[in-house]
Structure formats: structure tokens, C-alpha cells
Nanobody, 126 residues
Framework: QVQLVESGGGLVQPGESLQLACAGS????????MGWFRQAPGKEREFVAA????????YYSDSMKDRLIISRDNAAKVVYLQMNSLKVEDTAVYYC???????????????????WGQGTQVTVSS
């Protein structure tokens, strides 16, 4: 019943920026923490960023933390991921995911998320 739809991916040159968006459905969107993951060909799905339900707490991967801003607009039911100074190695499919409402620990583990979007392709190439 709940679905997530990512947008904002595309082809950019190294050093440029993108803002991804994740649009959610349902009246309870605002009570879930949300995360972004990415997966490059031949690699495992990797944590990128997460944000608490209220938006007051944020978490970032070590490899990208100085280039990311995750934010959310609960009234609009949208989570954003601003990515700056993009590198070729950032090329991947980026997925939005909903943190499960459960007594399960985890922020960076994909297993802690129970709803996933279809992904949006980000390609960084000169």
C-alpha cells in the first residue's frame, strides 16, 4: 500500500551536483525514518544516508558524508538527498527506503528497511 518513488537522477560531470527526491504515499509517512542506499554494478547495496522521522537527526556514510545533505518535508511527504562534488565512483542506482517501525536496531543495514523504491540512476562521467 505504501510506495516510494525516486526522481532526480541523471547524467552529470564530475564535480557537479544533484538533488534526488523520494516521494512517499500514505498519511503515516512522517512517522518513519528514511534512508538512501546505492548499488553499483557488481557491488553490494551500500548505505548512503538516513534521517529520523522528525528530520532532527541525520546519518551519513563515511565515504560521502562531507558531500551530502539529507532532508525531508513531511507535509509534502518527500525526502531529499543533495549530493555535491560528485565523483565517477558515485555512479550507481540510488534507492530510497523506509525504516521499519519495529524493535530492530540498525540505521545503515538494509535489513532494517521494509519498503523500497524502484531506484533512480545516477551516472557521473566526463
Amino acid at each position: 500500500q505504501v510506495q516510494l518513488v525516486e526522481s532526480g537522477g541523471g547524467l552529470v560531470q564530475p564535480g557537479e551536483s544533484l538533488q534526488l527526491a523520494c516521494a512517499g504515499s500514505g498519511p503515516t509517512f512522517s512517522i518513519n525514518a528514511m534512508g538512501w542506499f546505492r548499488q553499483a554494478p557488481g557491488k553490494e547495496r551500500e548505505f548512503v544516508a538516513a534521517i529520523s522521522a522528525s528530520g532532527e537527526r541525520t546519518y551519513y556514510s563515511d565515504s560521502m558524508k562531507d558531500r551530502l545533505i539529507i532532508s525531508r518535508d513531511n507535509a509534502a511527504k518527500v525526502v531529499y538527498l543533495q549530493m555535491n562534488s560528485l565523483k565517477v565512483e558515485d555512479t550507481a542506482v540510488y534507492y530510497c527506503a523506509r525504516r521499519a517501525r519495529a524493535l530492530v536496531q540498525g540505521t545503515k543495514e538494509a535489513s532494517a528497511y521494509d519498503v523500497w523504491g524502484q531506484g533512480t540512476q545516477v551516472t557521473v562521467s566526463s
